[in-house]
């Protein structure tokens, strides 16, 4: 599985775009790039996920590089509830297509929103 | 809808005791998975289901055994409980098929004395 490396820790004012990174330069093709987030210890939960394409849906975006050895989560107005630990994992699918899904999580990026 | 929900939210043991950690999800999901979080880190697999009948060892599986009992339950034992099993436990389920994201229930606060 590819290892991700994120920053531990970033500040955002609320209302304004949170643009957390994530990079995966020894990301294989079949692996997808997922990113969770955990607030205040309860269970992780789910944000959004890509293979290559940029995807976005309610809650935020992800733009993967061209090369795919970086993404950029980004939560377009932050708001306090968003600070948490975001994760960025790379999850692989087997050769049939169908993924286990078994995530390995590092150490994750400690979003602060302020006032 | 409850999702995925854990028994119990909090127990406190001593060295030695077993215990079952219960888990049950209503999403109809076919895969189920078992994770620990120690403080300030990351969550670990212990045990994974990948569907019913079916049972893997994940990242860290030692001094752990699990029974996937149905398509909606998934438990975790300690058979021999030891001080450095105290972390907070989460199961997760999901479907299976490629991308599907897991949904984790709120956690089983464990302390071992």
């Known amino acids: 599985d590819a290892k991700t490396t994120q920053p531990p820790s970033m500040d955002c004012a609320e209302g304004r775009a949170a643009n957390l990174p994530c990079n995966h330069s020894?990301?294989?093709?079949?692996?997808?790039v997922y990113w969770y987030r955990q607030i205040h210890s309860q269970g992780p939960q789910y944000i959004i996920h890509?293979?290559?394409n940029n995807e976005t849906n309610e809650m935020a975006s992800l733009i993967i590089t061209e090369d795919r050895k970086s993404s950029t989560l980004i939560l377009p107005h932050a708001t306090l509830r968003d600070t948490a630990v975001y994760y960025c994992?790379?999850?692989?699918?087997?050769?049939?297509?169908?993924?286990?899904?078994?995530?390995?999580f590092g150490q994750g990026t400690i979003l602060t929103v302020h006032p | 809808n409850a999702g995925v929900t854990q028994t119990p939210k909090f127990q406190v043991l001593k060295t030695g005791q077993s215990m079952t950690l219960q888990c049950a999800q209503d999403?109809?999901?076919?895969?189920m998975y078992w994770y620990r979080q120690d403080p300030g880190m990351g969550l670990r697999l212990i045990y994974y289901?990948?569907?019913?009948?079916?049972?893997d060892k994940g990242e860290v599986p030692n001094g752990y055994n699990v029974s996937r009992l149905n398509k909606r339950e998934f438990s975790l034992r300690l058979e021999s409980a030891a001080p450095s099993q105290t972390s907070v436990y989460f199961c997760?389920?999901?479907?299976?098929?490629?991308?599907?994201?897991?949904?984790f229930g709120d956690g089983t606060r464990l302390s071992i004395l």
């Open positions: 289901s990948a569907s019913e009948g079916t049972t």
């Open positions: 997760a389920s999901s479907r299976q098929g490629t991308g599907q994201p897991q949904h």
């Open positions: 994992i790379a999850v692989p699918i087997n050769a049939g297509g169908t993924s286990y899904g078994k995530l390995t």
């Open positions: 890509g293979l290559k």
């Open positions: 999403m109809n999901h076919n895969s």
């Open positions: 020894t990301i294989s093709g079949n692996e997808y």
